[in-house]
């Protein structure tokens, strides 16, 4: 396990190629990042409580728990970006990675260098500079905090995602605007050519399983037949 060196925050790396760990540490490390690097997904999310990382790597097929079901257990109470690696290039692997929560996804073989970028410009994303002032948004018992970055409903926290979080605030900075899901990822995802735009419908469901009484049945963001997706204007009780 590598001992912190840096002051950009610690990146978690959990990779059973130990040469491709030691690698991607040192090119984060001279980015001055510090790591820990893990090499079995039963030790993963131990790892994670442990050193608290800003960013995680990981790789899908690992021993003892793969890379999906530790990126499940992650976002239940976490929302650290998340890159995952795989030998595997399907696009429903790369729908699959981003559905459970995951921020990028990385096909082996990659170069180091790229891979540190990405989780840079990732972080820069994640941690959006935002006005002192800006203003809280509210409707109907669910609120969205730009400056603390959380959102709550009926006062109970609401862990989400980056991508949900982005997500819910385009949708409610607009409240009954239709927003097209091109539009959605130009605004949440500053790469969107190398996102598919139906993982925007796969966000959108995970989202409303979080804030709505009833997902089947949305009053808060709705679905724009042949256009996307708007957040509702609409007093629920009128």
Known sequence: MYQPTGNEGTVLIVEDDRNTAALVATYLEREGFSTVVVHDGGEALQAADDCNPVFVILDVMLPNVDGWEICGVLRKSSDVPVLMLTAREEEVDRIA??????????????????????????LRRSRPVLPAAAAILSFAGLELDPEKHRVTR????????????????????????????????SQCYQNSEAVIDRVIDVHIGK??????DDPSRPCFILTVRGHGYSFSDENPGG
């Open 97 to 122: 990675g981003l559905a459970m929560g995951a921020d990028d996804y990385v096909v082996k073989p990659f170069s180091p260098r790229e891979l540190v970028e990405r989780v840079k410009a990732i």
């Open 207 to 212: 989202l409303r399983q979080k804030i709505e």
């Open 154 to 185: 009926e006062g109970k926290l609401v862990p989400l995602t980056t991508w949900e979080y982005k997500l819910l605030y385009a949708l409610m900075s607009s409240p009954g605007k239709p927003l097209s899901r091109e539009e959605l990822l």
